[in-house]
């Protein structure tokens, strides 16, 4: 158990060893995310989340209330006063924040029997302050985060894949199809393959890590065989 202090109150936490078992029936689904600029993720069905709206908007009052205690001078009653706003407003948005990547992941694990996902080493992107340069951001290392809870829960895969190529190559064929970020439409003078970019790139993410799982197969299998 353990106190902390924050901005609204003090906090008792307490720490329970408990493994948290859901059950679930198999949906036959599998999927891959792709994160992208204009939307938060899209999948390889070509569905898109979007950016919830009130992470602009907190971001927005963010910057108002640091701008504002900016403003106030060192050591006044109304420093202190401005530092409590903005602490309790970064609470609030955090939690905000937190409830929403958590519905979210809970949802995908729930609809499929595999995610696959792009490995972006976001824990050390978010750990240097000046490179987590939005809230978005911060919202997808969260959605990361209850993803990885939820897999096991659930017992869903989730399985992280290098972001080389993805959106370049074309999930159909597998051919390298050059796109400039701009270019919002694959579309494959090789096979013909025409898709929305990010569907493309969260197709070749779950193509990339069925393909992981099938050499970690026959890795096994060769290992079997040798004994
Ligand atoms: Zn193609």
């Given amino acids: 158990m353990r106190v902390i ?9 307490f720490l329970i060893d408990y493994e948290r078992e859901e059950k679930k029936e198999l949906t036959g689904k599998q999927t891959g995310l792709d994160v992208g600029l204009n939307y938060f993720y899209t999948d390889c069905s070509g569905n ?47 939690r905000r924040r937190n409830d929403w ?4 992941a809970q949802h995908v694990i729930r609809s499929n029997d595999l995610v696959a996902v792009e490995n972006l080493r976001i824990r050390n992107m978010v750990k240097n302050h000046h490179l987590a340069k939005s809230i978005s951001d911060a919202a997808w290392y969260r959605f990361r985060e209850w993803l990885e809870y939820m897999a096991r829960v659930y017992g869903v895969p989730v399985i992280a894949v290098e972001p080389a190529y993805t959106s370049q190559n074309c999930s159909n064929c597998g051919e390298k199809v050059v796109k400039t970020l701009s270019t919002r ?8 393959y025409i898709a929305d970019r990010d569907e493309n790139a969260a197709r070749n993410i779950l193509k990339s890590a069925l393909k992981q ?7 096994k299998k060769s290992i079997n065989g040798l004994i």
């Fill in 185 to 192: 439409t694959h579309e494959c003078p090789h096979c013909g």
């Fill in 5 to 13: 202090r924050k901005y609204n109150g003090y906090y008792t936490q």
């Fill in 213 to 219: 799982l099938s050499n970690k197969e026959t890795d």
């Fill in 101 to 104: 990547a958590c519905k979210l």
């Fill in 48 to 94: 898109q989340i979007d950016n919830p709206r009130f992470l602009r908007k907190d971001e927005r009052k963010l910057k108002k209330l640091q701008r504002r205690l900016s403003r106030t001078q060192k050591g006044s009653q109304n420093r202190q006063k401005a530092r409590n706003k903005l602490g309790r407003a970064h609470l609030k948005v955090s």
